[in-house]
Protein backbone atom coordinates (compact mmCIF):
# COMPACT_ATOMS: atom_id res chain seq x y z
CA UNK A 1 0.00 0.00 0.00
CA UNK A 2 1.51 3.25 -1.32
CA UNK A 3 1.44 6.09 1.30
CA UNK A 4 -0.12 8.53 -1.13
CA UNK A 5 -1.99 7.39 -4.09
CA UNK A 6 -3.73 9.17 -7.05
CA UNK A 7 -6.14 7.14 -8.95
CA UNK A 8 -7.18 8.47 -12.43
CA UNK A 9 -7.73 11.73 -10.89
CA UNK A 10 -8.53 14.86 -12.91
CA UNK A 11 -9.50 18.26 -11.70
CA UNK A 12 -11.16 21.20 -13.08
CA UNK A 13 -11.56 24.69 -11.93
CA UNK A 14 -15.01 26.64 -12.41
CA UNK A 15 -16.46 23.78 -13.50
CA UNK A 16 -19.68 24.20 -15.65
CA UNK A 17 -18.44 28.04 -15.96
CA UNK A 18 -17.34 30.02 -19.18
CA UNK A 19 -14.13 29.65 -17.16
CA UNK A 20 -13.54 26.46 -17.19
CA UNK A 21 -9.89 24.88 -17.14
CA UNK A 22 -9.17 21.64 -16.54
CA UNK A 23 -5.29 21.76 -14.39
CA UNK A 24 -5.20 17.78 -14.19
CA UNK A 25 -6.07 14.69 -16.19
CA UNK A 26 -6.43 11.38 -15.24
CA UNK A 27 -3.56 11.34 -12.98
CA UNK A 28 -2.06 7.85 -11.40
CA UNK A 29 0.62 7.93 -8.42
CA UNK A 30 1.95 6.67 -6.11
CA UNK A 31 4.70 7.74 -3.42
CA UNK A 32 6.14 5.08 -1.00
CA UNK A 33 7.23 5.80 2.64
CA UNK A 34 10.45 7.17 2.39
CA UNK A 35 10.82 8.71 -1.17
CA UNK A 36 12.35 11.98 -2.75
CA UNK A 37 10.04 12.85 -4.91
CA UNK A 38 10.57 16.05 -7.45
CA UNK A 39 7.31 17.59 -9.15
CA UNK A 40 8.62 20.08 -11.79
CA UNK A 41 6.21 21.93 -14.61
CA UNK A 42 6.22 24.96 -16.18
CA UNK A 43 3.96 27.56 -14.37
CA UNK A 44 0.06 26.05 -14.96
CA UNK A 45 1.38 22.31 -15.32
CA UNK A 46 -0.90 21.32 -12.90
CA UNK A 47 2.05 20.95 -10.18
CA UNK A 48 -0.17 23.23 -7.27
CA UNK A 49 -3.22 21.98 -7.58
CA UNK A 50 -1.21 18.25 -7.53
CA UNK A 51 -0.31 19.52 -3.86
CA UNK A 52 -3.52 20.85 -2.89
CA UNK A 53 -5.00 17.62 -3.42
CA UNK A 54 -2.50 15.62 -1.35
CA UNK A 55 -3.47 18.39 1.48
CA UNK A 56 -7.29 17.82 1.51
CA UNK A 57 -7.57 21.71 0.41
CA UNK A 58 -9.74 20.31 -2.51
CA UNK A 59 -11.05 17.45 -3.34
CA UNK A 60 -10.99 15.35 -7.57
CA UNK A 61 -13.20 16.10 -9.83
CA UNK A 62 -12.92 12.76 -10.72
CA UNK A 63 -11.07 9.99 -9.00
CA UNK A 64 -9.67 9.28 -5.74
CA UNK A 65 -6.43 10.48 -3.70
CA UNK A 66 -5.35 7.76 -0.90
CA UNK A 67 -3.66 8.70 1.98
CA UNK A 68 -2.23 5.57 3.76
CA UNK A 69 -5.10 3.50 2.00
CA UNK A 70 -7.75 6.27 3.24
CA UNK A 71 -9.74 8.66 1.00
CA UNK A 72 -8.69 11.69 1.09
CA UNK A 73 -12.19 13.12 1.97
CA UNK A 74 -12.67 10.99 5.13
CA UNK A 75 -9.49 12.53 6.41
CA UNK A 76 -9.91 15.17 9.02
CA UNK A 77 -7.99 18.51 8.73
CA UNK A 78 -6.25 17.91 11.84
CA UNK A 79 -5.09 14.27 11.68
CA UNK A 80 -4.07 14.75 8.18
CA UNK A 81 -1.48 17.66 8.85
CA UNK A 82 0.28 14.81 10.87
CA UNK A 83 0.89 13.27 8.02
CA UNK A 84 1.27 15.78 5.14
CA UNK A 85 2.68 19.13 5.53
CA UNK A 86 2.82 21.72 2.96
CA UNK A 87 5.18 24.66 2.82
CA UNK A 88 3.38 26.78 0.38
CA UNK A 89 5.17 28.98 -2.44
CA UNK A 90 5.74 32.49 -0.55
CA UNK A 91 4.76 31.12 2.77
CA UNK A 92 5.71 34.13 4.81
CA UNK A 93 3.09 36.05 3.17
CA UNK A 94 0.79 34.05 5.30
CA UNK A 95 2.26 34.74 9.27
CA UNK A 96 0.03 35.84 11.75
CA UNK A 97 1.16 35.97 15.62
CA UNK A 98 2.72 38.65 17.35
CA UNK A 99 6.19 36.28 18.31
CA UNK A 100 8.56 33.78 16.24
CA UNK A 101 7.36 31.43 19.11
CA UNK A 102 3.74 31.97 18.97
CA UNK A 103 3.82 31.09 15.06
CA UNK A 104 5.43 28.00 15.15
CA UNK A 105 3.55 26.69 17.93
CA UNK A 106 0.49 27.31 16.41
CA UNK A 107 0.48 24.06 14.35
CA UNK A 108 1.60 21.68 17.06
CA UNK A 109 -0.85 23.15 19.70
CA UNK A 110 -3.64 22.88 16.83
CA UNK A 111 -3.00 19.15 16.65
CA UNK A 112 -3.02 18.46 20.26
CA UNK A 113 0.86 18.57 21.40
CA UNK A 114 0.77 19.31 25.16
CA UNK A 115 1.47 22.70 26.35
CA UNK A 116 4.20 21.48 28.29
CA UNK A 117 6.30 20.31 24.97
CA UNK A 118 5.47 22.66 22.92
CA UNK A 119 8.88 24.69 23.53
CA UNK A 120 10.74 21.72 22.90
CA UNK A 121 9.21 21.45 20.09
CA UNK A 122 9.27 24.80 19.19
CA UNK A 123 12.83 24.47 20.20
CA UNK A 124 13.68 21.67 17.54
CA UNK A 125 11.54 23.22 14.84
CA UNK A 126 14.18 26.30 14.62
CA UNK A 127 17.07 24.66 15.66
CA UNK A 128 16.30 22.43 12.13
CA UNK A 129 16.02 25.39 9.48
CA UNK A 130 19.61 27.15 11.26
CA UNK A 131 17.65 29.46 13.51
CA UNK A 132 18.65 30.09 17.23
CA UNK A 133 15.60 29.75 19.53
CA UNK A 134 16.84 31.93 22.22
CA UNK A 135 17.66 34.78 20.13
CA UNK A 136 14.52 34.99 18.60
CA UNK A 137 11.67 33.29 20.18
CA UNK A 138 10.69 36.63 21.00
CA UNK A 139 10.67 38.44 17.61
CA UNK A 140 8.08 39.45 15.72
CA UNK A 141 8.27 37.32 12.29
CA UNK A 142 7.64 40.39 10.39
CA UNK A 143 10.58 41.75 11.43
CA UNK A 144 13.07 39.46 10.38
CA UNK A 145 15.01 39.08 6.93
CA UNK A 146 13.65 37.53 3.94
CA UNK A 147 16.08 34.62 4.42
CA UNK A 148 14.95 34.09 8.39
CA UNK A 149 11.09 34.30 6.94
CA UNK A 150 11.39 31.29 4.94
CA UNK A 151 13.09 29.40 7.33
CA UNK A 152 10.67 30.61 10.09
CA UNK A 153 7.53 29.10 7.77
CA UNK A 154 9.27 25.42 6.95
CA UNK A 155 10.14 25.64 11.01
CA UNK A 156 6.35 26.06 11.60
CA UNK A 157 5.64 23.00 9.63
CA UNK A 158 8.52 21.21 10.93
CA UNK A 159 7.60 21.65 14.40
CA UNK A 160 4.25 19.71 13.32
CA UNK A 161 6.80 16.72 12.36
CA UNK A 162 4.81 15.27 9.60
CA UNK A 163 5.43 12.01 7.73
CA UNK A 164 5.67 13.63 4.45
CA UNK A 165 7.19 17.20 3.38
CA UNK A 166 6.01 19.04 0.65
CA UNK A 167 7.80 21.89 -0.46
CA UNK A 168 6.05 24.28 -3.15
CA UNK A 169 9.08 26.53 -4.71
CA UNK A 170 11.00 26.69 -1.03
CA UNK A 171 13.32 28.77 -2.45
CA UNK A 172 11.61 31.28 -4.87
CA UNK A 173 13.34 34.72 -4.86
CA UNK A 174 15.85 33.79 -2.16
CA UNK A 175 19.85 34.78 -2.97
CA UNK A 176 21.98 31.75 -4.19
CA UNK A 177 23.61 31.39 -0.44
CA UNK A 178 19.83 31.27 0.86
CA UNK A 179 19.34 28.89 -1.19
CA UNK A 180 22.13 26.74 -0.92
CA UNK A 181 21.62 27.08 3.48
CA UNK A 182 17.59 25.85 2.97
CA UNK A 183 18.47 22.77 0.76
CA UNK A 184 21.07 21.62 3.45
CA UNK A 185 18.78 22.56 6.18
CA UNK A 186 15.83 20.35 4.57
CA UNK A 187 18.43 17.31 3.23
CA UNK A 188 19.22 16.99 7.05
CA UNK A 189 16.00 17.00 8.47
CA UNK A 190 14.73 14.59 6.22
CA UNK A 191 17.61 12.03 6.65
CA UNK A 192 17.93 12.68 10.04
CA UNK A 193 13.74 11.68 10.32
CA UNK A 194 13.54 9.27 7.77
CA UNK A 195 10.16 11.03 5.98
CA UNK A 196 9.05 11.52 3.23
CA UNK A 197 9.72 14.20 0.78
CA UNK A 198 7.94 15.76 -2.00
CA UNK A 199 9.39 19.04 -3.41
CA UNK A 200 7.89 21.04 -6.31
CA UNK A 201 9.91 23.25 -8.41
CA UNK A 202 10.61 24.62 -12.17
CA UNK A 203 14.10 25.20 -10.85
CA UNK A 204 15.97 21.98 -12.02
CA UNK A 205 19.27 22.86 -10.15
CA UNK A 206 17.21 23.15 -7.08
CA UNK A 207 15.88 19.39 -7.54
CA UNK A 208 18.53 17.32 -8.55
CA UNK A 209 20.42 18.14 -5.13
CA UNK A 210 17.68 16.99 -3.01
CA UNK A 211 15.21 14.16 -4.85
CA UNK A 212 15.58 10.63 -6.66
CA UNK A 213 12.96 10.19 -8.52
CA UNK A 214 11.20 12.98 -10.58
CA UNK A 215 7.30 13.47 -11.94
CA UNK A 216 7.30 15.72 -14.92
CA UNK A 217 3.86 17.72 -15.54
CA UNK A 218 2.65 19.01 -18.61
CA UNK A 219 -0.78 20.23 -19.51
CA UNK A 220 -1.88 18.50 -16.07
CA UNK A 221 -0.65 15.54 -17.50
CA UNK A 222 2.64 13.12 -16.40
CA UNK A 223 4.53 12.82 -18.83
CA UNK A 224 7.87 11.37 -17.20
CA UNK A 225 8.17 9.03 -14.11
CA UNK A 226 11.45 8.21 -13.18
CA UNK A 227 14.80 7.64 -11.51
CA UNK A 228 16.05 11.46 -11.61
CA UNK A 229 19.42 10.13 -13.28
CA UNK A 230 17.29 8.98 -16.03
CA UNK A 231 15.20 12.07 -16.94
CA UNK A 232 18.86 13.65 -16.60
CA UNK A 233 20.74 11.60 -18.79
CA UNK A 234 18.10 11.29 -21.62
CA UNK A 235 16.19 14.85 -20.99
CA UNK A 236 14.02 15.49 -23.45
CA UNK A 237 11.18 15.45 -21.61
CA UNK A 238 13.08 18.16 -19.98
CA UNK A 239 12.98 20.02 -22.89
CA UNK A 240 9.04 18.89 -23.87
CA UNK A 241 8.03 20.29 -20.61
CA UNK A 242 9.21 23.63 -22.15
CA UNK A 243 11.93 23.65 -18.50
CA UNK A 244 15.84 24.73 -18.89
CA UNK A 245 18.11 22.22 -18.84
CA UNK A 246 20.42 22.68 -15.08
CA UNK A 247 23.89 23.91 -15.34
CA UNK A 248 25.10 21.07 -14.08
CA UNK A 249 23.78 18.69 -16.61
CA UNK A 250 24.54 21.08 -19.27
CA UNK A 251 28.51 20.54 -18.07
CA UNK A 252 27.99 17.15 -17.51
CA UNK A 253 26.93 16.87 -21.32
CA UNK A 254 30.71 18.65 -22.12
CA UNK A 255 32.51 16.63 -20.26
CA UNK A 256 31.20 13.04 -21.55
CA UNK A 257 31.79 14.12 -25.40
CA UNK A 258 34.98 15.47 -24.59
CA UNK A 259 35.60 11.89 -23.14
CA UNK A 260 36.02 12.29 -19.28
CA UNK A 261 33.96 9.57 -17.08
CA UNK A 262 31.63 11.41 -15.49
CA UNK A 263 28.23 9.41 -15.75
CA UNK A 264 26.38 9.28 -12.95
CA UNK A 265 27.95 12.41 -11.86
CA UNK A 266 25.25 14.79 -11.27
CA UNK A 267 26.89 17.66 -8.65
CA UNK A 268 30.39 19.65 -8.44
CA UNK A 269 31.84 17.46 -5.96
CA UNK A 270 31.05 14.24 -7.72
CA UNK A 271 32.33 15.65 -11.00
CA UNK A 272 35.59 17.06 -10.15
CA UNK A 273 36.00 14.19 -7.33
CA UNK A 274 35.21 11.68 -11.16
CA UNK A 275 38.30 14.20 -13.36
CA UNK A 276 40.75 13.78 -10.28
CA UNK A 277 40.42 10.36 -10.15
CA UNK A 278 40.43 9.72 -14.19
CA UNK A 279 43.76 12.19 -13.95
CA UNK A 280 44.86 10.60 -11.35
CA UNK A 281 45.53 12.88 -8.48
CA UNK A 282 42.80 10.67 -5.92
CA UNK A 283 45.30 10.85 -3.48
CA UNK A 284 45.70 14.92 -3.68
CA UNK A 285 41.77 15.50 -3.64
CA UNK A 286 41.44 13.13 -0.48
CA UNK A 287 43.84 15.31 1.21
Avoid at 71 to 76: F, G, L, V, Y
Avoid at 139 to 163: D, N, Q, V, W
Wanted: proline share 4%; charged share 25%.
Amino acid sequence: MALISFVNVSYTYLKDTPLEKEALDSIYLDIEKGERVGIIGKTGSGKSTLIQLMGGLIYPTLGDVFIKGKNIKNWSSKELCKVIGIVFQYPEYQFFAETVFEEVAFGPHNIGIPEGKLEDCVKSALEAVGLSFYEIRDRSPFHLSGGEKRRLAIASILAMEPEVLVLDEPTANLDPKGKSEIMSYIDKWITKNERTLILVSHDLDEVIRLVTRVVVLKNGQIIFDGPSEKLFINYEKIEEAGLDIPEIVKIRKILLEKGYPVEGAFTIHEIVERILAYKGYTALWKC
